[in-house]
């Protein structure tokens, strides 16, 4: 039975540039705009793919190595992650502890290549970045537990499985999780309130700083690297805090269903929330911790279970 | 690193990789291993501990599960700390421009020093790659152990909780590099300087370590509570120069260390006035040692 | 006539802390002294008692009357409390000893309360008076106060012991001379309070 | 062997009492110092002979002789007494060649000193031979008159105040004890037993459970505190520091090494004697009570950067409290504790005294402020000095960390778990004293190097550093071996004499 699930895993290597480009339409047909079509991420990624890269002065071995490094990151969470409650068997386990590392090891090489050229405002961008993650990590870790809960253990199918059905839903725990996870998915695609994807003011970037200096198929694997962690995340946030049941067909289209309502409202967010001060962002997501935290109170103390 | 690039002020380094390949890449994997990314074994002991922490979380009682909660919470954000502090010393270090002249000159020292560094680096990676075969061994050293032995192979299976495979989770991140590199094929680039809102890029533009924690510390600020004064020298109605010298208190030494030493040192001077250096004095405590202890004998307390 | 001789020691004692002049204050130990003599003699009536106690009675008075003349004061030391408040001290160490002293075994609680009284009111002396001599003489009447327990044990304590407190007193008391002479020689007074060079 | 025992008694207290006498006639200082060897040497072996019987017979009940009583404690002090004796008295031509003015001329000053020095030897070693309470205390008195001459010897202002304060409050303390002394003879005599052995240690333990309860539990007062004057236990210390850092180094050391144990095993003697009566309770918590209190008053005076024989003197305060807690808690291992404790101390202490004799050379300063990077002037004097704070802090090669160690755990079997967790707190906080002593003044820092002076009078303290400190050493690993669980322990701890 895993074949069908690893075809739709692979398949998100494909699917993953539609939902940068569902928000981008979705957004502009909010704002009155016509918006480029939903197609628009394979067009630039095809021509980038044709374009030729860029040797900044001083540039060594991590910075022609990141790119491929951080797709190759990316392909590594999308194997992790399960889609509809079955993950296919690429023996890397399915821990949602070793995605968190996966995605810090991603950081961590963006941010040594923005070093490497020592381009100010890629390296403004990536101290952004980590200075956010440090906060936004511990409230990923949080919405982790509190979907480790049911489960009692933190491989993403037991807990996909545990928030199958209805009687989840029923305790206030499950509803802390879900804004936990909504600040999660702000952060982590680097959407609108936290950092706004489509700035050209290198000043104000948090995400597109380190890919300043990269062109042509460089820039082609990371743009392809950031929708990709688009899939990862909608596709986990869908898992875990999105009503599902019924079989592997079933799931998988109210799966699918759920990230289009989740790009839905991450371009209604993003229409109706200004960027927000970065020095801000911590209070917000220490106020989502405090509401995670919360309820894990509320289930450790058998509140409504 | 001395020994070549004669400091190790981070602000006095840079570009020491490709100057020093193996002192560097050995540097590079301790960095990422402190850092707790996954193929190496920081990363390993840290998933046992936020693992750990989860079972605190699931099955204790109140109190201490909502510490084990928080507890997990926090070593997530050590860890993300962990990353910011490491990438800076990494860049500062190995990556970028040569900061000073020697820097420029380093050479990696004799393969005598080299040995060591090296050793340590693969066994990180080793310990890293296969933590499972050392697990059961470790797991039977805690006090108490039940006895109930993880069984032993590569990666790291917990039994009722999940499992992290480093070795197939390498092989895979490495396949996949190699792969995208043979997609992308001969890189045809041509060179141009880092862009800078098309100034030259001269060497005062480049990154110091305060400016990539300040917004950490910006953040942070209730917390470190940084001291910083700023002195503007004005001449003549105009501003000559503008020191500024700013620094953050180790919060725990200021707290608790000196005034505790401060209120022993004052306690024991003023206990010393017990050696007044009057016979009589000392008489008296003599008689008043005699009657106390009568008085005790009288009222029963002693005997 | 025993509660008398030992009542008029506690007075002599008393009188030892009050009076200001140090050739007064040896003429009453000396009287102390000698009604512990007498009081020994009319108790037990060993020889080897009564000689101890008499030679205390001659023999040590002597020797300090002795130091006295070797050590000529200008003024006398000035007290550091009025004669009057080193005098309701002493009583009130004296009744603190009455009060706190069970019955020892002896059947006169009296004697006991006494000597007990004796002792302490010795330390009080050496606390209350500066000069060098009076805290001898406070050392002296603590000294009395013991021979005053010892003499009335039923029975006496052996020969050996008394005969060794009396060398030992001997000695200490020679020893204190030669340290009281040296130190007038060196301070020019008998004043304690000048000794406190040592204190931290 | 045991038949030597009565003539062993007798000879080791009244040879030095003869070399007294001879001290007094001869004329000439070389015909003085010929005459202390001639008199150190034997004294030291009769001592020692008699320690090794009484430490042989450790396990069975105490040699008894018609005046005289000798246990394992006593032979552990017979030895003590006898090796810091010997020492003292070879050291003290150094001291008097170098000591410059004393109390009186030149050549009368000699004589008195070596008098008073074997009458002070005399009435030491006389102290754990005699079995009978009130000789003991008039032994003591004896000590108390010679110690005070030999404490103001130099004859300085301090010198006479020191000796002054030492002979009036050891003095006063003294009596009130003999008070205590004389109360029991008021007991026994009321029990028909009278004379002079009725205050036997063997017939008053013998008489121990008919005593009346009242008047022995105000004896047992007035015998601890006045005992606690001589020992220095606080309240009541304050003459310790200042005659300590007043007196004549070889002095000072037979004083804080031999004269406050010896005190100490009388007052252990009488606990042992009249715990039946009075109630363990009471005895283990007045001398724990004292033993804690000289412990935690020690410490701020550690704090302070002292001249060196004054730090010793605290120490030795701090040492007196470990020995009276150990002897409070009771407990076998708490014991042994004690008997290690009683030897390794006085080696450590007596080589931290003599040490002051080429210090004084050095720094003369050194009398009167704290001793200021020694190792850069001699660097034999500071690894006398070295080895003396190392073992006083009781670092672990030192007798004295296993002899803490044994103690506290004592404390522990004997359920005073906050009592031991106290101890080991001021411990601590002593230790830091004593380390700033040992980095300051024996280290210093690197940047006052002077140039160093070889005088030849460093030959002595090498010698001695060596001696007492594999002393300190064999102390150590008999301790480990044989002590605990001994039967010489087991003996001493169930107290019978």
Redesign the interface.
């Known amino acids: 039975m895993n074949g069908p699930a690893a075809v739709v895993q692979l398949a998100g290597i494909v699917l993953a540039p539609l939902l940068p480009g569902a928000i981008q339409t979705l957004k502009a047909r909010l704002q009155g705009r016509r918006g480029a079509s939903v197609l628009q991420p394979y067009r630039t990624l095809w021509r980038l793919w044709h374009k ?11 910075y ?2 990141a ?3 951080v ?3 990316l ?2 969470g999308l ?1 992790i992650v399960p889609v509809a409650g079955r993950a296919g068997s ?9 995605l ?3 995605l ?2 991603a ?2 090489v963006l ?2 290549a ?8 890629a ?2 961008a ?3 970045e ?2 956010i ?10 919405a982790v ?1 509190i979907a ?2 049911p489960a ?4 993403l199918l037991a807990m996909s499985h545990a928030a199958a059905g209805g009687h989840i839903w029923s305790g206030p725990t499950h509803w802390c999780g879900v804004i936990a996870f909504a600040l999660v998915i702000l952060v982590e695609t680097g959407r609108q309130p936290i950092d706004n994807p489509d700035t050209h003011l ?1 000043l104000t970037m948090i995400h597109e700083g380190p890919l ?2 990269y062109a ?3 820039l082609a ?1 990371l743009q392809w690297a950031g929708a990709a962690r688009h899939w990862v995340i909608l596709v986990l946030g869908a898992g875990l805090y999105l009503p599902h049941w019924g079989g592997f067909a079933a799931t998988l289209g109210l799966r699918l269903a759920g990230v289009g309502v989740l790009c839905g409202a991450l371009a209604l967010i993003e229409t109706e929330q200004a960027k927000m001060r ?2 801000r962002v ?1 209070a917000l997501l220490g106020v989502g ?1 405090a509401i ?2 919360a309820g ?2 509320m289930w ?2 058998g509140v409504g279970i | 690193m001395e020994r070549a690039a004669g400091s190790l002020d981070l602000d006095h380094l840079g570009g020491l990789l490709r100057r020093m390949p193996w002192t560097g890449g050995a540097f590079l994997v301790g960095c990422m291993a402190i850092a707790g990314l996954p193929p190496l074994n920081g990363f390993a002991s840290e998933w046992l501990v936020l693992q750990s922490l989860l079972h605190v979380a699931l099955h204790q009682p109140l109190g201490i599960a909502l510490a084990g909660a928080a507890a997990l919470a926090g070593l997530a954000a050590t860890a993300a700390l962990a990353l910011l502090c490491f990438v800076k010393v990494v860049g500062l270090v190995l990556l970028g421009q040569p900061r000073r002249a020697e820097c420029a000159a380093a050479v990696d020292p004799p393969p005598g020093m080299l040995v060591g560094m090296t050793l340590l680096a693969l066994m990180c990676i080793a310990l890293g790659l296969v933590p499972g075969l050392v697990l059961p061994t470790l797991a039977g050293l805690a006090p108490g152990a039940s006895g109930a032995t993880l069984a032993r192979h590569a990666g790291m299976v917990v039994p009722g909780t999940g499992s992290y495979l480093p070795l197939p989770l390498a092989l895979a991140l490495a396949a996949l590099t190699a792969a995208l590199l043979g997609v992308r094929g001969r890189r045809r680039s041509a060179p141009a300087p880092s862009w800078a809102c098309g100034q030259p890029v001269v060497a005062a533009l480049s990154w110091s370590s305060a400016g990539f924690t300040k917004p950490l510390r910006l953040v942070l600020e209730a917390v470190f509570r940084p001291r910083r004064e700023i002195e503007v020298v004005r001449g003549g109605g105009m501003v000559q120069s503008v020191t500024y010298t700013g620094h953050v208190p180790s919060l725990l030494d200021a707290s608790v260390y000196e005034p505790t030493v401060r209120a022993g040192l004052r306690a024991a001077s003023a206990a010393r006035r017990l050696q007044s250096g009057n016979v009589r004095t000392y008489a008296g405590y003599l008689l008043g040692l005699v009657i106390g202890l009568l008085v005790l004998v009288y009222t029963g307390v002693l005997g | 006539m025993n509660g008398v001789l030992v009542t008029a020691m506690l007075a002599l004692a008393l009188a030892v802390i009050v009076v200001r002049r140090r050739t007064v204050a040896i003429v009453l130990l000396a009287a102390q002294s000698l009604a512990l003599g007498i009081l020994a003699v009319s108790l037990a009536g060993g020889a080897v008692v009564a000689i101890v106690l008499l030679s205390k009675a001659i023999v040590l008075p002597a020797l300090l009357y002795l130091l006295i003349r070797r050590t000529r004061e200008a003024r006398p030391v000035a007290a550091p409390a009025g004669p009057m408040v080193r005098l309701a001290a002493a009583g009130a160490v004296a009744l603190c000893a009455v009060v706190l002293t069970p019955p020892l075994g002896l059947g006169a609680a009296h004697t006991e309360h006494i000597a007990v009284a004796l002792v302490l009111v010795g330390i009080t002396i050496v606390i209350a008076r500066r000069p060098i001599l009076f805290q001898l003489l406070g050392l002296i009447v603590a000294e009395n106060g013991l021979s005053l327990l010892a003499v009335s044990v039923p029975g006496g304590l052996s020969y050996v012991i008394d005969l060794g407190a009396l060398f030992d007193l001997a000695l200490i008391v020679t020893v204190a001379a030669a340290f009281a002479q040296r130190i007038h020689s060196d301070l020019g007074t008998g004043d304690t309070e000048l000794l406190r060079g040592l204190r931290d | 062997m045991t038949s030597l025992v009565p003539v062993l008694a007798a000879v080791a207290p009244t040879l030095p009492l003869l070399g007294m006498l001879l001290a007094l006639l001869v004329r000439t200082p070389r015909q003085a110092d010929a005459l202390v060897v001639a008199t150190a040497f034997p004294t030291a072996a009769a001592g020692l002979l008699l320690a090794a019987i009484a430490l042989a017979h450790g396990d069975e009940p105490a040699l008894r002789g018609q005046w005289y009583l000798i246990d394992g404690a006593s032979g552990v002090l017979l030895a003590v007494i006898a090796i810091v004796g010997l020492c003292s008295a070879l050291l003290s031509p150094t001291y008097l060649r170098t000591s410059g003015r004393s109390w009186t001329t030149a050549a009368r000053s000699r004589s008195l000193y070596y008098a008073a020095l074997f009458l002070f030897w005399a009435a030491l070693l006389a102290v754990p031979i005699v079995g009978n309470l009130a000789v003991v205390w008039l032994v003591v008195e004896a000590t108390t008159a010679a110690s005070a001459l030999l404490v103001a010897f130099s004859g300085r202002r301090d010198a006479l105040e020191a000796g002054w304060k030492y002979l009036l409050l050891t003095t006063l303390g003294l009596s009130v004890a003999f008070l205590g002394i004389i109360v029991l003879a008021i007991g026994q005599a009321n029990a028909g037993r009278h004379g002079l052995h009725a205050l036997d240690w063997y017939a008053l333990q013998a008489a121990a459970h008919s005593m009346p309860a009242d008047p022995t539990l105000i004896a047992f007062v007035l015998l601890l505190s006045g005992l606690a004057t001589k020992v220095g236990w606080a309240p009541v210390h304050n003459w310790l520091p200042d005659a300590h850092s007043e007196a004549p180094a070889p002095i000072s050391a037979l004083l804080s090494a031999a004269l406050l144990p010896s005190v100490l095993l009388i007052a252990w003697r009488i606990k042992e004697i009249l715990q039946p009566s009075v109630g363990a309770g009471t005895t283990h918590a007045v001398f724990i009570a004292f033993g804690l209190m000289s412990m935690v008053v020690a410490v701020p005076f550690l704090w302070r950067s002292l001249p060196w024989k004054r730090l010793l003197a605290y120490s030795s305060l701090e040492h007196m409290g470990i020995i009276g807690l150990g002897i409070g808690f009771g407990t076998p291992l708490a014991i042994a504790g004690v008997v290690l404790h009683v030897a390794g101390h006085a080696l450590a202490k007596a080589l931290g005294f003599y040490s002051t004799l080429p210090l004084l050379r050095i720094q003369p300063k050194a009398a009167t402020r704290a001793p200021t990077a020694v190792l850069s002037d001699s660097p034999a004097t500071a690894t006398a000095m070295g080895v003396s704070l190392v073992a006083l802090s009781g670092l672990p090669p030192s007798p004295l960390f296993l002899s803490e160690l044994l103690i506290v755990l004592g404390g522990l079997t004997a359920g005073e778990v906050v009592v031991s967790a106290v101890a080991v707190i001021a411990l601590a906080l002593g230790f830091l004293g004593l380390l700033h002593a040992l980095m300051e003044g024996v280290i210093g820092d690197e940047s006052r190097r002077r140039r160093r002076r070889r005088s030849r009078e460093e030959g002595p303290i090498i010698a001695l550093t060596a001696i007492l400190g594999t002393g300190m050493l064999a102390c150590g690993f008999a301790g480990l071996l044989l002590l605990p669980g001994s039967g010489f322990v087991e003996t001493l701890a169930r107290g019978t004499l």
């Open positions: 030729s890269a860029v040797d900044p002065q001083g540039a060594g071995v991590i022609r190595g790119p491929p490094l797709a190759a990151c392909l590594a194997a690429f023996g890397l386990g399915n821990d949602a502890l070793v968190v590392g996966v810090a090891l950081r961590f941010a040594a923005s070093w490497e050229t020592g381009n100010g405002f390296l403004m990536s101290a952004r980590l200075m993650s440090v906060f936004g990590e511990a409230l990923l870790v949080f537990l480790a809960l009692h253990s933190t491989d290198e300043l200096e042509g198929r460089d694997l970065i020095l911590p911790c995670a935290l894990a109170a450790i103390g």
